[in-house]
Nanobody
Framework: QVQLVESGGGLVQAGGSLRLSCAASRGTFSTYALGWFRQCPGKEREFVAAIKWSSGGTYYADSMKGRFTITRDNAGNTVLLQMDSLKPEDTALYYC???????????????WGQGTQVTVSS
Protein backbone atom coordinates (compact mmCIF):
# COMPACT_ATOMS: atom_id res chain seq x y z
CA GLN A 1 0.00 0.00 0.00
CA VAL A 2 1.19 3.52 -0.75
CA GLN A 3 0.06 6.99 0.31
CA LEU A 4 0.48 9.89 -2.06
CA VAL A 5 1.01 13.57 -1.34
CA GLU A 6 0.92 16.16 -4.12
CA SER A 7 2.48 19.60 -3.99
CA GLY A 8 3.52 22.41 -6.29
CA GLY A 9 0.19 23.79 -7.39
CA GLY A 10 -0.59 27.48 -7.38
CA LEU A 11 -1.57 30.51 -9.42
CA VAL A 12 0.35 31.27 -12.60
CA GLN A 13 -0.19 33.51 -15.60
CA ALA A 14 -0.91 32.07 -19.01
CA GLY A 15 2.33 31.05 -20.70
CA GLY A 16 4.01 30.30 -17.41
CA SER A 17 5.21 27.03 -15.90
CA LEU A 18 4.63 24.95 -12.81
CA ARG A 19 6.16 21.74 -11.55
CA LEU A 20 4.00 19.39 -9.55
CA SER A 21 5.43 16.77 -7.22
CA CYS A 22 3.97 13.53 -5.94
CA ALA A 23 5.73 11.93 -3.00
CA ALA A 24 5.11 8.66 -1.20
CA SER A 25 4.36 9.46 2.42
CA ARG A 26 4.11 5.75 3.08
CA GLY A 27 5.44 2.89 0.98
CA THR A 28 7.53 3.11 -2.15
CA PHE A 29 6.81 3.51 -5.83
CA SER A 30 9.07 0.69 -6.95
CA THR A 31 6.35 -1.64 -8.24
CA TYR A 32 3.82 0.93 -9.37
CA ALA A 33 2.76 2.95 -12.33
CA LEU A 34 2.15 6.57 -11.40
CA GLY A 35 -0.34 8.75 -13.18
CA TRP A 36 -1.39 12.37 -13.14
CA PHE A 37 -5.01 13.27 -13.69
CA ARG A 38 -6.91 16.53 -13.48
CA GLN A 39 -10.47 17.47 -12.79
CA CYS A 40 -12.55 20.61 -13.13
CA PRO A 41 -15.78 21.13 -11.19
CA GLY A 42 -18.63 19.32 -12.89
CA LYS A 43 -16.36 17.46 -15.28
CA GLU A 44 -14.92 13.98 -15.40
CA ARG A 45 -11.40 13.25 -14.27
CA GLU A 46 -9.04 13.64 -17.23
CA PHE A 47 -5.83 11.71 -17.83
CA VAL A 48 -2.66 13.79 -18.19
CA ALA A 49 0.38 11.48 -18.12
CA ALA A 50 1.74 8.32 -16.53
CA ILE A 51 5.07 6.67 -15.86
CA LYS A 52 6.12 3.14 -14.98
CA TRP A 53 8.48 3.52 -12.05
CA SER A 54 10.64 0.47 -12.76
CA SER A 55 11.33 1.21 -16.44
CA GLY A 56 10.74 4.94 -16.68
CA GLY A 57 8.42 4.36 -19.62
CA THR A 58 5.95 7.20 -20.11
CA TYR A 59 2.52 7.66 -21.62
CA TYR A 60 0.75 10.94 -22.35
CA ALA A 61 -2.69 12.08 -23.31
CA ASP A 62 -2.44 13.37 -26.87
CA SER A 63 -3.53 16.85 -25.84
CA MET A 64 -0.76 17.07 -23.24
CA LYS A 65 2.16 16.03 -25.44
CA GLY A 66 4.75 18.74 -25.93
CA ARG A 67 3.73 20.89 -22.98
CA PHE A 68 3.71 18.44 -20.07
CA THR A 69 6.58 16.16 -19.04
CA ILE A 70 6.43 13.40 -16.44
CA THR A 71 9.61 12.17 -14.80
CA ARG A 72 10.69 10.29 -11.70
CA ASP A 73 13.22 11.17 -9.04
CA ASN A 74 14.56 7.89 -7.75
CA ALA A 75 16.45 9.40 -4.85
CA GLY A 76 13.45 11.33 -3.61
CA ASN A 77 10.89 8.64 -4.41
CA THR A 78 8.96 11.37 -6.19
CA VAL A 79 7.12 11.74 -9.46
CA LEU A 80 7.24 15.13 -11.13
CA LEU A 81 4.97 16.78 -13.67
CA GLN A 82 6.57 19.72 -15.46
CA MET A 83 3.91 21.90 -17.05
CA ASP A 84 4.97 24.55 -19.55
CA SER A 85 3.13 27.06 -21.71
CA LEU A 86 0.16 26.86 -19.40
CA LYS A 87 -3.26 27.95 -20.60
CA PRO A 88 -6.35 29.04 -18.66
CA GLU A 89 -8.02 25.78 -19.70
CA ASP A 90 -5.33 23.89 -17.74
CA THR A 91 -6.93 25.21 -14.55
CA ALA A 92 -7.98 22.18 -12.50
CA LEU A 93 -7.34 20.10 -9.42
CA TYR A 94 -4.44 17.83 -10.27
CA TYR A 95 -4.25 14.36 -8.74
CA CYS A 96 -1.48 11.82 -8.48
CA UNK A 97 -2.43 8.15 -8.54
CA UNK A 98 -0.70 4.77 -8.24
CA UNK A 99 -1.65 1.51 -9.89
CA UNK A 100 -0.17 -1.64 -11.30
CA UNK A 101 -0.31 -0.72 -15.00
CA UNK A 102 0.36 2.38 -17.05
CA UNK A 103 -3.06 3.48 -18.18
CA UNK A 104 -5.12 6.51 -19.07
CA UNK A 105 -8.13 5.14 -17.21
CA UNK A 106 -8.75 6.27 -13.62
CA UNK A 107 -10.20 2.84 -12.88
CA UNK A 108 -6.78 1.24 -13.23
CA UNK A 109 -5.37 3.20 -10.31
CA UNK A 110 -5.82 2.02 -6.74
CA UNK A 111 -4.39 4.86 -4.68
CA TRP A 112 -4.99 8.59 -4.99
CA GLY A 113 -3.65 11.72 -3.40
CA GLN A 114 -5.76 14.65 -2.24
CA GLY A 115 -4.91 16.81 -5.21
CA THR A 116 -3.21 20.14 -5.73
CA GLN A 117 -4.93 23.13 -7.31
CA VAL A 118 -3.52 24.72 -10.44
CA THR A 119 -5.01 28.03 -11.55
CA VAL A 120 -3.90 29.71 -14.77
CA SER A 121 -4.95 33.32 -15.23
CA SER A 122 -5.41 34.92 -18.62
Amino acid sequence: QVQLVESGGGLVQAGGSLRLSCAASRGTFSTYALGWFRQCPGKEREFVAAIKWSSGGTYYADSMKGRFTITRDNAGNTVLLQMDSLKPEDTALYYCAAGMVVSGSPGHYDYWGQGTQVTVSS
